[in-house]
């Protein structure tokens, strides 16, 4: 009798086992990723008695969550984490290293692309986007080579870098809100016209009075996640996604989640009415997917770019550590007085400071007749003494500075050697960046802290067991685990590694 059960047993695992691998000759009818912006992985829980059943709760009990995904790079921004979930690298290899950046000491904003027209609008501040600094190719690409491009890949998002950059080089449309005009819009990069299905959702948002009263602040609101979803919805119907013999891909993002974080950050009405909403829009996405393409034929993850810290006056009226960075307004003008005293020259020799990293102003330093070495030391040795700075480092000296390992390796991984700046700061934990724009209720993100790097990571749908694991895993886990379950090439920079725990093998 116990040799019965036990082969009972052992037939009832290998079962199991064998449900959740694939051939190689089969794939889902659709893939689709939704990053939440700014969500933080505790959402999950804070939030579940709140949520629905067909939505979010969907996802984590019949899906496989991931409860200990890390980021593995700094700075933890929302363009950088976008790229890194669908290429499976970071900055280090993909080259977006920030919403913007420099290339060679020359502003840049990640998507913009001078080269390009606006479709849909002729607003070219909104329009002139593309991936052209998107170094890696993403799932979506490796897709469409896998299928010798038969297959389609479509982005969608208020966000113009959210919708353009998961998509990837290859992608047959990506779509973003112009929120001048109230209307989606693209390039030239991808296209001459608006596909028709486009247009029409375009002209019911022309008729759309919640849209007219918000206006350009639609972000702050609900109703941007739910014309996020008309328009993927609409995508996924007017492309036929799903429907044709090569699988497709459905890149969704949601930024008012982000919007509204960083006015009103991660406690108050605010964001929990964002994300019990959120929660019925991933409800209406599903049941949209699920029409259209079947339950258990397509693949989907959910994750989020990022998370973000608590207010820093929140948790300094519950007693807990924490504070305003203030680089502008404090930091900056003790850093001149010491380069005057030090090396009797000014803050020109800084171009710029974006996301805790500094970038000089070679040319300046040059022409001025200064030992560039000698004004990253200058810089390095007073921003040790700044007040709640807790680490420091040039990046060209990494390896030798007096700084943990984690931070050495999350640093180097998010280092590209000429898009990343030459000196970073590592604040004490709780503190962040604050300056005359930020809102004194809200809240920002960029920094290694579990606040900022711990997010969400749910995969559902086609041969995905029900399961859950905290073995740490990392946001450039996603790809390598998607084009394993596929059965394709990794994308061309990957440096992360299946799941597992996912992929079953």
Same mark, same amino acid.
């Given at each position: 009798m116990k040799k019965l059960l036990l082969f009972i047993t052992m037939t009832m695992c290998l079962s199991a086992q064998l449900q959740a691998q694939t051939k190689f000759n089969e794939r889902p009818k659709l893939v689709v990723g939704i990053m939440v912006d700014q969500m933080r992985w505790d959402y999950l829980g804070r939030y579940y008695d709140q949520y629905g059943d067909d939505g979010l709760k969907r996802l984590i009990n019949k899906g496989f969550s991931c409860d200990n995904c890390l980021i593995n790079y700094i700075p933890t921004i929302t363009a950088i984490g976008h790229t890194s979930a669908y290429t499976g690298t970071t900055p280090a290899f993909h080259g977006i290293c920030g919403n913007d950046f420099q290339i060679d000491?020359?502003?840049?904003?990640?998507?913009?692309?001078?080269?390009?027209?606006?479709?849909?609008?002729?607003?070219?501040?909104?329009?002139?986007?593309?991936?052209?600094?998107?170094?890696? *190719? =993403?799932? %979506?690409?490796?897709?469409r080579l896998h299928t010798d491009f038969?297959? &389609?890949? +479509?982005?969608?998002?208020? @966000?113009?870098?959210?919708?353009?950059?998961?998509?990837?080089?290859?992608?047959?449309?990506?779509?973003?809100?112009?929120?001048?005009?109230?209307?989606?819009?693209?390039?030239?990069?991808?296209?001459?016209?608006?596909?028709?299905?486009?247009?029409?959702?375009?002209?019911?948002?022309?008729?759309?009075?919640?849209?007219?009263?918000?206006?350009?602040?639609?972000?702050?609101?609900?109703?941007?996640?739910?014309?996020?979803?008309?328009?993927?919805?609409?995508?996924?119907?007017?492309?036929?996604?799903?429907?044709?013999?090569?699988?497709?891909?459905?890149?969704?993002?949601?930024?008012?989640?982000?919007?509204?974080?960083?006015?009103? *950050? =991660?406690? %108050?009405?605010?964001?929990?009415?964002?994300?019990?909403?959120?929660? &019925?829009? +991933?409800?209406?996405?599903? @049941?949209?997917?699920?029409d259209q393409v079947g339950e258990g034929n397509y693949l989907l993850f959910l994750s989020a770019d990022h998370g973000a810290a608590h207010n820093f006056q929140f948790m300094i009226d519950h007693k807990l550590g924490g504070g305003a960075w203030?680089?502008?307004?404090?930091?900056?003008?003790?850093?001149?007085?010491?380069?005057?005293?030090?090396?009797?020259?000014?803050?020109?020799?800084?171009?710029?400071?974006?996301?805790?990293?500094?970038?000089?102003?070679?040319k300046y330093i040059a022409e001025q007749g200064l030992d560039e070495a000698k004004v990253r030391k200058t810089i390095v040795d007073f921003l040790k003494t700044a007040s709640h700075v807790q680490f420091v480092a040039d990046f060209e000296h990494v390896q030798d500075a007096a700084i943990p390992d984690l931070i050495r390796y999350r640093a180097l991984m998010g280092y590209h050697p000429r898009r990343s700046g030459d000196i970073f700061v590592v604040p004490e934990p709780g503190w962040y960046e604050f300056s005359r724009w930020s809102s004194p209720v809200g809240t920002t993100h960029g920094e290694w802290n579990p606040y900022d790097a711990h997010i969400p990571l749910l995969f559902y749908g086609w041969n995905v067991k029900h399961g859950a694991t905290s073995r740490e895993v990392h946001i450039t886990d996603i790809a390598p685990t998607i084009c394993q379950k596929l059965h394709i090439q990794q994308p061309n920079a990957c440096v992360g590694e299946a799941i597992t725990e996912v992929v079953g093998d």
């Open positions: 000491g020359v502003p840049v904003y990640c998507t913009d692309d001078k080269s390009v027209d606006p479709v849909g609008s002729d607003n070219r501040k909104k329009g002139c986007m593309s991936p052209k600094n998107l170094l890696a *190719s =993403t799932i %979506g690409d490796q897709i038969k297959s &389609k890949v +479509i982005g969608v998002s208020y @966000k113009d870098r959210a919708a353009i950059l998961p998509a990837g080089r290859s992608a047959n449309g990506a779509y973003w809100l112009d929120t001048e005009n109230g209307q989606f819009i693209t390039s030239t990069y991808y296209r001459t016209e608006l596909p028709d299905w486009a247009k029409n959702y375009n002209l019911e948002l022309k008729k759309n009075k919640e849209l007219q009263k918000v206006g350009k602040q639609v972000g702050l609101y609900p109703l941007c996640g739910h014309i996020t979803t008309d328009m993927a919805i609409a995508a996924l119907k007017g492309e036929s996604l799903g429907k044709g013999e090569a699988t497709d891909m459905l890149c969704v993002s949601f930024s008012q989640t982000d919007v509204i974080g960083h006015e009103w *950050s =991660t406690r %108050g009405e605010h964001t929990d009415e964002a994300y019990i909403e959120l929660d &019925k829009d +991933i409800a209406r996405l599903l @049941k949209a997917l699920d203030k680089w502008s307004e404090e930091i900056a003008p003790q850093l001149e007085k010491e380069l005057k005293d030090k090396l009797n020259t000014d803050l020109k020799v800084i171009s710029s400071v974006l996301a805790y990293r500094i970038y000089l102003n070679k």
